[in-house]
């Protein structure tokens, strides 16, 4: 998906302000908006890497009891399904977004 496609369908879903998007883990299945990820102070791994590795969870990858887990999404298991194309040719995996 292209880029300017991504992000028209996050506003299409969660409006014009994306602290309010929001994605879902791929790992465990856990729902946070960008604000999360910024106040775990994690804006680097914003619909990349789970906001739980940033808020100190111990729950590993599939671990879908509750609560965040520690998933990165430039480990071992790369598991983000959505590709983004970015204007420059590069290719980005990213988190779904949330249903709302």
């Known amino acids: 998906m292209k880029h300017s496609e991504w992000r028209a369908e996050g ?3 969660f409006g014009p302000d994306i602290k309010g998007w929001k994605f879902v883990c791929p ?3 856990y ?3 960008v604000q999360d990820w910024i106040d775990a102070e994690a804006e680097r791994s ?3 890497s789970c906001v739980g590795r940033n ?3 111990k729950k590993g990858i599939g671990d879908k009891t509750g609560g965040p ?3 990165a999404g430039g480990g071992l298991f790369q598991i983000n399904p959505v590709k983004v194309e970015f204007e420059d040719g590069t290719i980005a995996s990213y988190f779904a977004f949330a249903d709302v």
């Open 69 to 71: 887990c520690n998933y």
């Open 11 to 13: 506003e299409r879903k």
């Open 27 to 29: 790992s465990c299945g």
């Open 46 to 48: 914003i619909a990349f």
């Open 31 to 33: 729902v946070a908006s």
């Open 55 to 57: 808020t100190g969870s």
